[in-house]
């Protein structure tokens, strides 16, 4: 049990070599308000006068305080650390320094807060820390905070109280720290500010210690009986009693080994009943008996968070990758890797699979058969078609002989119309492709080779690099769809084994003209009336009036004659049909051609790109050139992984019977 302590100063040791505090250690916090003693019972635990006095905010640092036992000077086998005196202290900033006269601790402290703080009675967080070694103590480790301040003083900033109780709780929060709360008897414990800010975090009292100083300094008549018997307020580690040094004695220099003979005496006369259970060693045997039942009952949990931290840190590490050594073979490492992992983020074989949206391959596969295919499907065949643009094609195509027969060109002309409305959203198709590549990049570079992120010149080289590639091919793509529709246009086939339905209409219209040619009769109503229509819709001239026929307006809408409604079912109809077969054939070509002139070409030419560009003896050393931050975090990162072995190795060397 006794080498307890001494194992958790070494770890404190251990953590504060690499400036961080990242496990909780087990040590005790001394809190009281200003004036309430506090340092008088430090003092007293060490046996000698070491802390700053004087009035106002003294202690302005947090003094992180570790007792250490040593055999006397007599005793000693062998030297320790050099050092013949009987009792002796060094400072953590003070390395190799040995001050074995107390005075020179009390101006070392002074003189380090004024460096930090300021002589501004200002306070800061960045603790001092001190080891005192003496055969008149026992292992301890304590953490000395300013005292609770109410009005500031001086220069002291107006918030000074809210700083004060701010830097308290960041030490108290600490759920492996003891809260040693001192509070004069001479005032009311229930306005105690240590006891209300120890509250706030151990509302149970269970890691919470109450010493009560001053019981000199009572009313006549009056004593502190019933609050040291906890019946005032009940702490649950206990109620302790000391008696300070007077500032008469403390100008009187008189000795700390006279003044607990004088508090063991005062202690026999006014509460012998509690004598045994108060004073100075008293306070010193239970803080150290509590201590070290804590650090017993916490060591298993820090054993734990020491294992898990290890862990993690050595796979930030792994991260960060090792120095550069062979540049040639890092750079094909490092470009091959990429290569693989863009490749197979297409293909869909990737490690890091994102899960929140489609990415890679799955989202060309969503753009061909969702986005462009429903593009194609919400496409009309006959959409922007009126009867009259029709009417106006068979009339053009006939010339100036009227029509026996619904001419081919205007079908040709009608549905190449048509047809061209399938080439933009092809190009849109390979446009949202060549989008999806450029993404691609940035997910491998952000997820699956983190060893990139380490050069930021060779990460930026190779985005450039692939992003022309993409450019360069883009212009290709575009051509080669474009070519796919110009080719529908230019050749209209109206043989294709699947335009049945179009022979189907053929038959029926020439079976109806051949009956217009029979029925002589039949032919010349339809033609009065056709003429009549035509009159009807461009009107009938007054008579004696000049007519301009080149002036006359082409007719908006009219009503069609049975003739003129075959005409345009049967060109509406071949139009539908044709389209179709066309839409159909796009659909399936253009992801195709996409596929062939920029997806596997990109794949297949991606590495042997990557390795002609930036594989280059002029580039190696530049573009391998690590980020300030990623070599400064490996340092550190590495430091703390050696700290945590070492703790680990410490806690490992406590027996196992230790730990119950």
């Known amino acids: 049990m006794e080498t307890l302590i001494p194992t958790i100063?070494?770890?404190?040791?251990?953590?504060?070599?690499?400036?961080?505090?990242?496990?909780?250690?087990?040590?005790?916090?001394?809190?009281?308000?200003?004036?309430?003693?506090?340092?008088?019972?430090?003092?007293?635990?060490?046996?000698?006068?070491?802390?700053?006095?004087?009035?106002?905010?003294?202690?302005?640092?947090?003094?992180?305080?570790?007792?250490?036992?040593?055999?006397?000077?007599?005793?000693?086998?062998?030297?320790?650390?050099?050092?013949?005196?009987?009792?002796?202290?060094?400072?953590?900033?003070?390395?190799?320094?040995?001050?074995?006269?107390?005075?020179?601790?009390?101006?070392?402290?002074?003189?380090?807060?004024?460096?930090?703080?300021?002589?501004?009675?200002?306070?800061?967080p960045e603790p001092i820390y001190l080891k005192i070694f003496s055969p008149n103590v026992l292992n301890l480790t304590l953490v000395d905070l300013p005292g609770i301040t109410k009005v500031p003083v001086g220069d002291q900033p107006e918030d000074i109280e809210a700083q004060v109780q701010e830097m308290i709780l960041s030490f108290i929060s600490n759920p492996n720290s003891l809260v040693l709360a001192v509070s004069p008897a001479n005032s009311d414990l229930a306005t105690s500010d240590a006891l209300k800010l120890a509250r706030e975090v151990d509302p149970d009292g269970r890691r919470t210690l109450l010493v009560v100083s001053k019981l000199d300094l009572m009313d006549a008549?009056?004593?502190?009986?019933?609050?040291?018997?906890?019946?005032?307020?009940?702490?649950?580690?206990?109620?302790?009693?000391?008696?300070?040094?007077?500032?008469?004695?403390?100008?009187?220099?008189?000795?700390?080994?006279?003044?607990?003979?004088?508090?063991?005496?005062?202690?026999?006369?006014?509460?012998?009943?509690?004598?045994?259970?108060?004073?100075?060693?008293?306070?010193?045997?239970?803080?150290?008996?509590?201590?070290?039942?804590?650090?017993?009952?916490?060591?298993?949990?820090?054993?734990?968070?020491?294992?898990?931290?290890?862990?993690?840190?050595?796979?930030?590490?792994?991260?960060?990758?090792?120095?550069?050594?062979?540049?040639?073979?890092?750079?094909l490492q490092i470009v091959t890797k990429f290569a693989s992992d863009y490749c197979n983020t297409i293909e869909g074989t990737a490690r890091h699979i994102q899960t929140s949206e489609l990415c890679g391959g799955a989202r060309m596969c969503y753009i061909f058969h969702e986005t462009f295919g429903r593009t194609l499907q919400s496409i009309d065949p006959l959409g922007g078609l009126t009867d009259l643009d029709i009417l106006t094609a068979i009339r053009n195509a006939t010339g100036p002989r009227p029509a026996l027969f619904v001419p081919e060109v205007s079908f040709e002309l009608l549905v190449k119309r048509q047809i061209k409305r399938l080439e933009e959203p092809s190009l849109r198709c390979v446009e949202l492709v060549h989008e999806e590549l450029q993404r691609i990049i940035q997910h491998c570079s952000s997820f699956s080779t983190q060893e990139l992120l380490r050069f930021p010149k060779l990460h930026d080289s190779i985005v450039e690099v692939v992003t022309g590639l993409l450019r360069k091919r883009l212009p290709i793509t575009n051509e080669m769809v474009h070519n796919l529709v110009a080719i529908e246009l230019a050749y209209i086939?109206?043989?294709?084994?699947?335009?049945?339905?179009?022979?189907?209409?053929?038959?029926?219209?020439?079976?109806?003209?051949?009956?217009?040619?029979?029925?002589?009769?039949?032919?010349?109503?339809?033609?009065?009336?056709?003429?009549?229509?035509?009159?009807?819709?461009?009107?009938?001239?007054?008579?004696?009036?000049a007519i301009n026929l080149l002036d006359t307006a082409v007719p908006v809408s009219r009503k069609l004659s049975a003739r003129e409604q075959r005409d345009c079912e049967v060109i509406q109809r071949l139009i539908k049909c044709y389209f179709l077969i066309v839409r159909k054939s796009?659909?399936?070509?253009?992801?195709?051609?996409?596929?062939?002139?920029?997806?596997?070409?990109?794949?297949?030419?991606?590495?042997?790109?990557?390795?002609?560009?930036?594989?280059?003896?002029?580039?190696?050393?530049?573009?391998?050139?690590?980020?300030?931050?990623?070599?400064?975090?490996?340092?550190?990162?590495?430091q703390m992984l050696e700290a945590l072995k070492k703790a680990n190795n410490i806690i490992c060397e406590i027996r196992e019977t230790h730990l119950w």
Request: aromatic residues 6%; contains cysteine.
């Open 493 to 545: 086939n109206t043989k294709h084994p699947d335009f049945t339905d179009a022979a189907q209409v053929s038959a029926s219209v020439n079976s109806q003209q051949a009956e217009a040619l029979d029925g002589g009769k039949r032919w010349k109503n339809e033609k009065v009336a056709e003429e009549k229509a035509y009159a009807a819709g461009f009107g009938s001239p007054s008579k004696g009036q």
């Open 221 to 331: 008549g009056t004593d502190a009986l019933e609050v040291l018997l906890g019946r005032v307020i009940p702490v649950r580690l206990g109620i302790i009693g000391v008696v300070n040094r007077s500032q008469h004695d403390i100008n009187t220099q008189k000795s700390l080994e006279d003044s607990m003979k004088d508090e063991q005496a005062f202690l026999q006369r006014h509460y012998p009943s509690l004598a045994s259970r108060a004073g100075s060693r008293y306070l010193a045997k239970t803080l150290s008996r509590l201590l070290m039942h804590h650090i017993r009952d916490c060591l298993p949990d820090l054993k734990t968070r020491v294992t898990v931290l290890s862990a993690q840190y050595q796979a930030r590490l792994n991260s960060y990758g090792q120095p550069v050594e062979d540049h040639s073979a890092t750079l």
């Open 586 to 638: 796009i659909q399936d070509s253009v992801p195709k051609t996409v596929m062939h002139f920029l997806v596997n070409f990109v794949k297949e030419h991606l590495q042997s790109e990557l390795v002609g560009q930036l594989y280059k003896q002029a580039l190696l050393q530049e573009l391998l050139i690590e980020s300030q931050d990623t070599a400064q975090q490996r340092i550190e990162v590495a």
């Open 9 to 124: 100063n070494r770890l404190q040791e251990v953590f504060l070599t690499v400036g961080a505090e990242i496990i909780q250690l087990p040590q005790i916090v001394v809190v009281g308000s200003q004036s309430s003693g506090k340092s008088s019972v430090l003092e007293s635990l060490v046996g000698r006068d070491f802390l700053p006095r004087g009035s106002g905010i003294v202690t302005r640092r947090p003094l992180v305080l570790q007792l250490v036992n040593v055999a006397p000077l007599k005793e000693r086998l062998k030297i320790e650390n050099g050092v013949k005196a009987e009792e002796w202290g060094t400072f953590l900033h003070c390395k190799n320094q040995i001050f074995a006269d107390f005075l020179e601790i009390r101006r070392e402290i002074e003189a380090e807060t004024e460096r930090s703080s300021g002589d501004n009675k200002g306070i800061t």
